[in-house]
């Protein structure tokens, strides 16, 4: 605590020789230095005597006992310089001593008193403005890093919303057309394709883009009917077998490479429907199998029939003239505007130990077997193939084996296939080696999430109109998928 005005004058005016006693900053009384710190607890306790400063409070001026604030220096400057220059008492040799009012040192020297007064001052003064100084430069320098980590993470957002772009085909950065003509460059710069087949590749190329039909260089037709010959002489561990109806394996080219699954599974399940009379009034205008961008024009058709419109905001209503991957709605919608009735089955966790999908392999032999449970071993149904979805990639189910052991297995036809690998399964002498390309066992499908599409009749002309409603599946079919339900057991009523 800073002395009173009193105090002050009377340390000032008291004679100092040679090393002086410590006393009281608040009264001036002598004490030892032992003793000093008993002599303020008992004979100044809390509140304590005018003059004395409590802990928070303002600096008080060691004269007058007045609160000063940071201004405390001018105020003792102003109001009692005339003290700082008081002289002390004689040494006894001619020697004028002063007392500094603050801690009572003694000086010889009024300079040096008035420059040790200054630095009780600026002491002061810190003091009081300090720990403000100090939480405001804490502040800033926290504020300016919550800055630096806000930037640094819309631009970790902004990079990964790109790459996202970049990997979906979102990007603008051209579609099968483009990629096609930059692979055939590519491969003519690296020796690989001869100019007049890059010409010639290329007219063909623009043919099927303006016909709208595909070209049917990546097409594979006859595997079915190669199974099926396979599996009735097959004897060793296969109890029974189902078999899809007839379908064409499309494969990817330089211009959907990386891509295009969707659409190439498309082509797939609509090869089948093609060759199967039940939907002849369905696909009149759909006689051939449709390229690529056609297919793209052909989903935003239906988007603009009301099919998905949440689905179609996803991808700005535009498909066309992009690399964008389609999935399960996408197909739905398509399928949906044909009047071709579907379902979507949604298998949205695993069912089964090291995060299998046993639950998948039931539902797709049921679709199978469901009449057609004559005793033959094997069994060509009428059913359609179905589309199966999962993150990053789609298939085609052709089919399901029924082991000896009661195991089952898939077959399906993958787009990442070349024809030269499928066109192996159509060799008579097949030894069973090829199937290894289609077969998939319940430990092989271990997606967190499957979709499958599955074709189930005709739509009649107002079924279609009941379905492209904004209010229809497609809403329903995501609120499942949030709620995490199976689409099938909501549309059951359960």
């Known amino acids: 605590a800073l002395p009173s005005e009193a105090a002050a004058r009377r340390h000032l005016q008291r004679p100092s020789l040679g090393r002086r006693q410590p006393r009281c900053p608040l009264c001036a009384a002598a004490a030892g230095c032992d003793e000093l710190r008993r002599h303020v607890g008992t004979a100044h306790p809390e509140p304590g005597p005018p003059g004395s400063r409590r802990p928070g409070a303002p600096p008080e001026c060691p004269f007058c006992g007045e609160a000063a604030g940071r201004e405390l220096e001018e105020h003792v400057r102003a109001r009692h310089g005339h003290l700082l220059g008081a002289p002390g008492a004689d040494t006894g040799n001619g020697e004028q001593l002063y007392e500094c009012p603050m801690c009572s040192l003694t000086c010889t020297d009024i300079q040096i008193l008035e ?52 990997q979906y085909g979102l990007d603008n950065s051209g579609g099968f057309k483009q990629q096609f003509l930059k692979n055939m460059e590519r491969e003519v710069d690296r020796g690989r394709m001869q100019p007049f087949e890059y010409h010639k590749r290329k007219a ?27 599996y009735q002489n097959e004897n060793k561990d296969v109890r029974r077998v189902w078999l899809s109806a007839g379908v064409d394996h499309f494969h990817s080219s330089l211009g959907d490479r990386g891509w295009g699954c969707g659409y190439r599974n498309f082509q797939m399940l609509l090869s089948s429907l093609l060759q199967n009379s039940f939907y002849n ?19 935003e058709d239906a988007w603009r029939e009301g ?29 949906t505007s044909l009047r071709i009735k579907c379902q979507i089955i949604d298998f949205h966790k695993p069912t089964g130990p090291m995060g299998t999908h046993p639950r998948l392999f039931e539902w797709i032999l049921h679709y199978y077997s469901k ?10 149904t009428s059913k359609p193939p179905i589309y199966l979805q999962h993150q990053g990639h789609s298939r085609t189910v052709v089919g399901i084996e029924e082991k ?58 107002e079924e279609k109109v009941d379905s492209s409603t904004p209010t229809n599946f497609f809403l329903l079919h995501k609120l499942c998928i949030k709620l995490g339900f199976p689409i099938k057991e909501i549309l059951n009523g359960n």
Request: proline letters at 2%; aromatic letters at 6%.
């Open 404 to 461: 000896k052991n009661k195991s089952l297995c898939l077959l399906l036809f993958d787009p990442g296939c070349s024809s030269q690998q499928m066109q192996k399964l159509l060799k008579q002498n097949c030894d069973g080696t090829g199937l290894k390309l289609l077969r998939k066992f319940v430990g092989s499908l271990k997606e967190k999430q499957y979709q499958i599409v599955a074709v189930d009749g005709v739509l009649s002309l």
């Open 204 to 230: 063909d190329m623009m043919e099927s883009l303006a016909s709208g039909i595909d070209d049917g260089k990546t097409k594979t037709s006859g595997v079915i009917e190669a199974l099926c010959k396979y």
């Open 281 to 299: 009034d369905c696909l009149r205008d759909t006689t051939l199998t449709p390229s690529i961008p056609k297919i793209q024009s052909m989903i």
């Open 371 to 380: 009449d057609n449970e004559g005793g033959a071993k094997v069994v060509c």
């Open 115 to 166: 420059e040790h007064v200054d630095l009780h001052l600026e002491e002061h003064n810190f003091s009081e403005g300090g720990n403000i100084r100090d939480l405001e430069l804490a502040q800033q320098l926290q504020t300016e890093e919550d800055e630096w980590q806000r930037s640094e993470e819309e631009k970790r957002e902004r990079e990964e919303f790109k790459k996202l772009q970049r």
């Open 307 to 335: 099919f998905d419109p949440h689905g179609a905001s996803h991808f700005n209503n535009r498909l066309h003239g992009s690399k964008a991957w389609i999935g399960a709605c996408e197909i739905y919608s398509l399928l």
